[in-house]
């Protein structure tokens, strides 16, 4: 008799992936991914098309099913995981989308959100969401309603995609609270909606889905089993951000990780207990999703399209030929020569310069600076990024672990640099941890199947440990110099001891209550 497998899809900004797991042992049965097309507009929209996501879920299921033949009938349950803060305006009851979704880093709302936050107070925020800036998704939402006020109608929802393709596949309109923080509906000290920053705009809280409680599920409706060739009833379980998958895909690694998802953005997530709290611009606050307390989801300003513009600039638009190139580039040498800097952070508003886009710099060139100079700075300054945000949460003990995942962590330079940065904590790498946002999804499922596998990533030999560290000391000072006064650039930070933080061990390889 065949196993029972599990599938994990993961709906992020660029590629839709999924993969089937073997329920018990967690093993990859079989995986698939599709790359998703970004409509960029010049005034700073980012889009999708509905029907297009729509498309290229379909062609990973049928490649799923063709590779599993026919123990595709022993499929038993469906995770589902998405990208964080996007917006979709849907028919409340059938769910038939009213406009594009509009991705989290869509530019359009900037003015808006700038305008609520004038009119309102740092401490309003830092009540409601931990943070001192209205969530961009509530910037949207005035927008939306400023030019396309018919959108708002009582038949109409909120959803970010994740809740779109849940209701596509159970009939539930239901939402993950990192969706709902970044439309301001989520309270992190209460952990329920709150209609408080809703009330700012004139948007009733019915606007938006009720939270997904825990880990619950939703049986797989008529329509979602024709669309998946399954039977209907199996449970679905999520939805969850993916940066809140990606976490639960390394919660039983150790007592208190530090996953790191090196994506499009980069990103690290940590929990607190309840009574120790930290603050930075960019932070969103969930709950734990694997105990009491909160998940931190850090967002920094750098990310993979910064590497990915690196790669096509100063090596070419053939990216796998790009990759090749590099590694040999980096076998010879690690770090650019002293002095030589990059400030990665290119997908960004220009903070000088507000009005144009791109924050990213290079420090340091002179006539004799090669391409593959400046190709060894970008993923130096990437690093670098990542240790200076998480470094109060090093010091503090807050983590025991870091564990890389996401797109990046393939690069064995990036692992290097992010062994020495954070020694002496252990650091290991999910070996597919393209699939870390997909596995977590089916935590509900099988906690025991939804851990990543991972290696040790062992840290560099002393003398390049020390000049791996004599580099990053130099970007401090440089970033500090360059963009030390600028409000989001400060990194995460602690309100209160973290000494106090909760003793008891995680769960290990068991499945949730």
Not at 394 to 423: E, M, P
Request: charged share 20%; glycine share 10%.
């Amino acid at each position: 008799m065949a196993r029972q497998v599990v599938i994990g899809i993961d709906l992020g900004t660029t590629v839709v992936k999924a993969a089937v797991f073997d329920a018990a042992s967690g093993s990859t049965r079989a995986e698939a991914a599709h790359r998703l097309h970004v409509r960029i507009l010049p005034d700073g929209g980012r889009e999708q098309d509905l029907p297009a996501v729509d498309a290229a879920l379909n062609t990973i299921i049928t490649q799923l099913r063709q590779k599993l033949g026919a123990d595709w009938r022993t499929v038993s349950g469906i995770g589902l995981a998405a990208q964080g803060g996007s917006t979709i305006i849907a028919d409340r009851v059938t769910g038939k989308p009213h406009t594009p979704m509009m991705l989290w880093n869509d530019g359009r709302a900037r003015p808006y959100v700038r305008r609520i936050a004038q009119s309102t107070s740092a401490a309003f925020w830092e009540q409601r969401v931990m943070c001192s800036m209205p969530p961009a998704g509530l910037g949207r939402l005035l927008w939306l309603q400023d030019t396309r006020p018919r959108l708002f109608q009582e038949n109409r929802i909120h959803a970010g995609v994740g809740e779109y393709l849940f209701h596509r596949l159970t009939g539930v309109w239901r939402q993950d609270p990192g969706n709902a923080f970044q439309t301001g509906a989520y309270n992190a000290h209460t952990k329920q909606l709150d209609p408080a920053a809703f009330d700012l705009i004139g948007v009733p809280l019915s606007f938006v889905a009720p939270l997904r409680r825990e880990h619950e599920t939703a049986p797989l409706s008529q329509q979602g089993a024709r669309m998946l060739g399954l039977s209907a009833g199996i449970p679905v379980a999520g939805p969850y951000i993916d940066q809140e998958a990606g976490y639960l895909s390394a919660v039983a690694l150790s007592c208190r990780p530090l996953h790191c998802s090196l994506g499009t953005a980069w990103v690290g997530n940590f929990c607190l207990p309840d009574d120790t709290t930290g603050t930075s611009p960019t932070q969103i606050v969930l709950p734990d999703p694997s105990g009491h307390g909160r998940l931190v989801v850090q967002v920094l300003l750098t990310g993979n399209p910064t590497w990915d513009w690196a790669l096509r600039t100063l090596l070419g638009k053939d990216q796998k030929l790009a990759l090749t190139q590099a590694a040999g580039i980096f076998r010879r040498r690690l770090l650019p020569p002293d002095g030589l800097l990059c400030l990665p952070w290119l997908a960004q508003a220009n903070p000088l310069e507000p009005a144009f886009y791109g924050g990213g710099t290079f420090l340091g060139l002179n006539p004799d600076t090669s391409a593959a100079d400046l190709l060894r700075a970008v993923p130096a300054g990437m690093a670098f990024e990542l240790a200076r945000i998480f470094d109060d949460v090093k010091r503090s003990n807050a983590v025991d672990s870091v564990v890389i995942g996401g797109g990046a962590g393939n690069g064995v330079y990036f692992r290097t640099l992010i062994a020495a940065l954070f020694a002496p904590l252990p650091v290991r790498w999910q070996t597919h941890g393209d699939l870390a946002g997909a596995r977590g999804a089916i935590y509900a499922l099988s906690a025991t199947a939804a851990q990543a596998k991972t290696r040790r990533v062992p840290p560099p030999p002393a003398t390049r440990m020390e000049a791996i560290r004599k580099a990053y000391n130099h970007y401090l000072a440089a970033f500090d110099r360059v963009y030390g006064t600028i409000p989001i650039s400060r990194a995460f930070h602690f309100r209160a001891n973290p000494s106090k933080r909760a003793r008891t061990p995680r769960r290990r390889g068991k499945n949730p209550p």
